[in-house]
């Protein structure tokens, strides 16, 4: 039986571990890492992990300060606006196949079971896709760790804005991130150091739900004038290229006249291109 089914039928671990017990799992904020573009902080999580430096003191970061004290207040915020509750706070869990796998969450939904991940992010450099890019790799790990099928990103900012995302499980980028923990795994191991693996993070679906004001942008204002300008055209031009390959015989390879050359491809496919004319009226 392969991991994927194994994933299927075994319920994670629910597990209780003391701090100094990060050095013996891979979570979804070294998934982050590993998934990264940034060879020194793998280095150094690498280092934390084979017990030969201790972990970064975060204490005195701002960003990530604000991120803890607000994730009640995100937790309740999501709560209150949609209704659902989150449980399992803070519970670490572990893949019951992989033991050296281990999230823990923020939350879990209920009743749906989609992970809940709580963040803080500053206004001037917010957007959904960058927030969905920059913690797709903590999430899949998430989901892959509690076989979930989705996971909830409820951000808020610093400008006093709160979103709430849904991002869903995608098979081939955690079976990338599955292969590339298990070769960072295996450097811990093996004293072997890493190597950064590069993956491509998918393009998460975002619910379109935004009405957006574009009579400030000088492009969306040219565009739009060339869009009205040329509809007309582009609609008889449209009707005028469904009236051509109508007339042109099913046995007929090619077709052209007044200009214009009609090609067939072997899949039955009709392309146009023009011609000189006075090449087109010369005598054959």
């Known amino acids: 039986m392969d991991s994927v089914q194994q994933r299927s039928l075994t319920p994670p671990h629910l597990l209780q571990f003391n701090p100094e017990d990060r050095r013996s799992f891979i979570g979804g904020s070294d ?54 509750t989150v449980k399992h706070v803070q519970r670490r869990m572990q893949h019951p196949v992989n033991k050296w796998m281990a999230a823990t969450l923020d939350g879990l939904i209920e009743p ?23 913690h797709m790799a903590q999430l899949q790990h998430n989901m892959w760790v509690t076989n979930s099928r989705a996971a909830v990103l409820s951000i808020i900012t610093g400008g006093g804005k709160w979103v709430e ?58 565009f739009a004038s060339i869009f009205r300008r040329t509809r007309g055209a582009h609609q008889e031009h449209e009707e005028a290229k469904a009236g051509l390959k109508k007339l042109i015989p099913e046995d007929a390879k090619e077709a052209l006249g007044h200009g214009l050359r009609a090609k067939r491809s072997k899949n039955g496919a009709i392309s146009f291109e023009l011609q000189d004319l006075e090449v087109a009226n010369a005598p054959l």
């Open 31 to 84: 998934a982050r890492i590993i998934m990264g573009a940034d060879e020194a902080v793998l280095l150094r999580l690498w280092r934390e992990k084979r017990g030969e430096a201790e972990p970064e003191d975060l204490s005195d970061n701002l960003i990530v300060q604000l991120g803890s004290v607000t994730e009640d207040l995100n937790r309740r915020w999501y709560e209150h606006q949609t209704g659902y």
């Open 112 to 134: 749906s079971g989609a992970v809940f991940e709580a963040k803080f992010m500053l206004p001037w450099s917010f957007s959904e896709e960058a927030a969905a890019e920059k």
């Open 165 to 222: 995302m849904t991002i869903h499980a995608d098979p081939l980028y955690q079976h990338l991130l599955l292969t590339a923990e298990r070769k960072f795994w295996r450097c811990v191991m093996t004293a072997e150091p890493p190597c950064l693996f590069t993956v491509e993070p998918p393009r998460p679906r975002l619910e379109a739900i935004r009405v957006v004001d574009m009579n400030e942008s000088n492009s969306w204002a040219e």
